[in-house]
């Protein structure tokens, strides 16, 4: 019985698994009763702390390698024989693409190129189900809204457009070598375990780091890019029923709301029992927020945090993937704050 349970166990390969969408895909095939491989990066400080509940299980394994380089790639997969890849490992921030764009498009484009060929060269075509995590960049200047699997892309950065080519990659490996390979074109999705550079993640950081006291301001750059902000937690679900339906699809994951960047902010205050009041001329640098109270500035715009080019507005249908995988999310944005607020408190007064 128990080696039967053992060939029946489906094996998972997850590139990015020490990010966000990383832990809770772990944690979600892991319950599920995976054996979890994860492709981790050497850094001068361990990279793994997102993944410490989980250390522990015998089930889950962590092996050095990076999407720039195709040797360890190939040999991983090989090693590995995975049921399913989750390419998930990306340089994931948009602002910053602008700043490192070749080494950009080398692990977010040809990172994946590398990991499918990786599947042919180890002859896996009919064995290894692929996702990849394609994204709402892809639309940057939006073509028609909300945005659907149909609507044009138009990327709007050096990560967008590396995107762009790890999406029609994958569309062609599907095509050519009748490969399992999907794209999942996820809108923003957010979590207490949210990189701080990420604009809600620093948002709900800086707030409450504002109300304990170890932080006078937030700094900000546009506030009136509008998202389609939903919960990770639930995203990663869409990921793995994308590779268990029979054929192999692309589809959008959103929650179908857009908020502003100003209107997360004042959400984020609301939580701490602040009213925030802006004043200067809006949508220009001379705005700021006060505390409707105390009449301090808590909020001031910085240009550093402006980008070359901005993605204003994005807002997505998940209707195909509510039809096909009956996913739908369930957290609204306002939810969402209060989540990651409360998060915050905890992990600041921990941190002391
Ligand atoms: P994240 O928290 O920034 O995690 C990125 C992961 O990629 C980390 O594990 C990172 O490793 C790894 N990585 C970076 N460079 C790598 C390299 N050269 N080789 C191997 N791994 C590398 O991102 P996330 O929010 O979890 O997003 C996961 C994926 O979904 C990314 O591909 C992202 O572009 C895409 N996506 C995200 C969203 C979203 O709203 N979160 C929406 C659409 C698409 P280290 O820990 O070592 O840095
Ligand atoms: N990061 C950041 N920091 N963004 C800011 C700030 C700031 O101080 N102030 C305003 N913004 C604006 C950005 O200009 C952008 O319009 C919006 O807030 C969201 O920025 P991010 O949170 O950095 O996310 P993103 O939308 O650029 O990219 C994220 O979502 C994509 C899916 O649409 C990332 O997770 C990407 O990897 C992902 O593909």
Redesign the pocket.
């Known amino acids: 019985m128990k080696d039967k349970v053992k060939t029946n166990m489906k094996t998972a390969f997850i590139t990015g698994i020490t990010g966000q969408d990383g832990y809770y895909l772990t944690e979600l095939l892991l319950e599920k009763g995976y054996k979890v491989y994860g492709m981790i990066r050497r850094g001068s400080l361990p990279t793994t702390d997102r993944l410490k509940p989980f250390f522990d299980n015998p089930n889950l394994v962590l092996k050095n390698g990076d999407l720039a380089d195709s040797a360890v790639i190939t040999r991983l997969i090989g090693e590995i024989q995975p049921d399913e890849i989750y390419n998930l490992g ?1 340089m ?4 910053i693409s602008f700043e490192i764009p070749e080494y950009t498009v080398d692990v977010d484009g040809t990172g994946t190129l590398r990991i499918l060929e990786a599947i042919r060269h180890n002859g896996l075509e009919a064995k290894t189900k692929f996702y990849q ?1 394609s ?3 892809l639309y940057g200047r939006i073509q028609e809204t909300p945005q659907t699997e149909k609507t044009p892309f138009y990327p709007r ?1 050096p ?2 457009a590396a ?1 762009m080519y790890a999406y029609w990659i994958t569309v062609n490996y599907r095509e050519s070598y009748n490969i399992f390979a999907c794209n999942g074109i ?4 957010e979590s207490p375990m949210r990189g701080l ?4 993640r ?1 948002i709900t950081n800086t707030v409450v780091k504002i109300v304990l006291g170890k932080e006078t301001q937030l ?5 009136d ?1 509008s ?1 389609d902000w939903g919960y990770a937690k639930e995203y990663v679900e869409g990921m793995w029923r994308m590779l268990q339906v029979d054929e192999p699809q692309d589809y959008v994951l959103a929650t179908g709301v857009t908020q502003t ?1 100003r209107s997360f902010v004042e959400s984020a205050f609301k939580h701490a029992g602040i009213t925030i009041e802006w004043k200067g001329e809006k949508g220009t640098v001379d705005e700021f927020g006060i505390c409707t109270e105390t009449g301090k500035t808590l909020v001031v715009v ?1 240009p550093q ?3 070359p080019a ?3 507005l ?1 807002i997505g249908d998940a209707t195909k993937a509510k039809e096909d995988l009956g996913w739908s999310p369930k957290v609204n944005c306002e939810e969402l704050v209060g989540i990651m607020y409360n998060a915050d408190l905890e992990y600041e007064k921990k941190r002391g």
């Open positions: 990306a994931s921030h948009v602002g995590a994204t709402s960049e950065s990560y967008g995107k996820l809108f923003n999705h550079g990420f604009v809600t620093k700094k900000i750059g546009n506030l890019a998202r960047v910085d945090f402006f980008r901005e993605v204003e994005l």
